[in-house]
């Protein structure tokens, strides 16, 4: 699956990408990367752009003037809390300075800023970072379901599944898709096995077995997998109806 070159996206596209490729060098895991996407994509960058859009007084000079700089610290800041959430020990502030210094380009931060970027953060969100329900989470669970019930359930490349997941962050429109993460967990774990299991093995009844475990609609499930591909794959036209294209039914 290749993404456009980060030079290329637009400004929230590239600190998504930031975010995913810094959670990468931390060596931090799904679950830590995933909140602090929620923390950052569904809380703290649409709150802010709100208040910004509003001509509201951001109160700290880490959000005036607009940097992308600056908002590269909060994607590592959302890292950082996400870490001290799921991690004990959690990893020490300096080691986020030590990647921002090596990856921010545009300013130095200190310490100091990481703390007070911390604080700020919460307040635009208004301290709701309560992040239970991920679809990571729930992917992750379903697709060992899947594998404690069907064979084919070992050849579904739980990667893809994660990158699925990151592209989905790409724009504004896919990334409201984590609104219902069970149903959006269920639609990747359909589109994982359709497009990672060899064609000749696609003869389990996914969708039956999906709508079974989560009652999710298949007729749902099957144009929520539609455009996802759509999505992830640039395809005009990808039919998932009554088995055409592939046996997943």
């Not at 790409?170 to 064609?199: D, G, H, I, Q």
Request: charged share 20%; net charge negative.
């Amino acid at each position: 699956m290749q993404r456009e070159a980060a030079s290329d996206l637009p400004l929230r596209s590239r600190l998504i990408d930031f975010l995913i490729q810094s959670s990468l060098r931390l060596q931090l895991s799904p679950t830590e990367k995933y909140t602090a996407l929620s923390i950052f994509a569904h809380r703290f960058y649409p709150r802010f752009m709100c208040k910004l859009e509003q001509g509201n007084d951001m109160g700290s000079w880490l959000l005036q003037p607009l940097r992308e700089s600056n908002l590269q610290l909060f994607a590592l800041v959302s890292l950082w809390i996400s870490n001290k959430m799921h991690s004990s020990p959690a990893l020490s502030v300096k080691i986020f300075k030590s990647l921002g210094d090596k990856s921010i380009s545009e300013q130095h931060f200190t310490i100091r800023d990481y703390s007070e970027a911390e604080v700020v953060l919460m307040q635009v969100v208004n301290f709701e970072i309560c992040v239970e329900n991920i679809a990571f989470v729930y992917f992750e669970e379903l697709l060992l379901q899947f594998k404690g019930v069907a064979k084919v359930g070992e050849l579904v490349n739980f990667e893809a599944g994660m990158d699925i997941m990151d592209l989905l962050y790409e724009k504004e429109e896919t990334t409201m898709l984590y609104a219902n993460p069970r149903f959006l967990a269920a639609s990747v774990l359909v589109a994982s096995y359709v497009t990672t299991v060899p064609k000749q093995k696609l003869e389990f009844p996914v969708l039956p077995w999906v709508k079974f475990v989560t009652g999710c609609e298949e007729v749902d499930v099957a144009e929520m997998v539609r455009e996802i591909l759509k999505h992830v794959f640039h395809l005009s036209c990808w039919n998932l109806k009554s088995g055409e294209g592939n046996s997943y039914q």
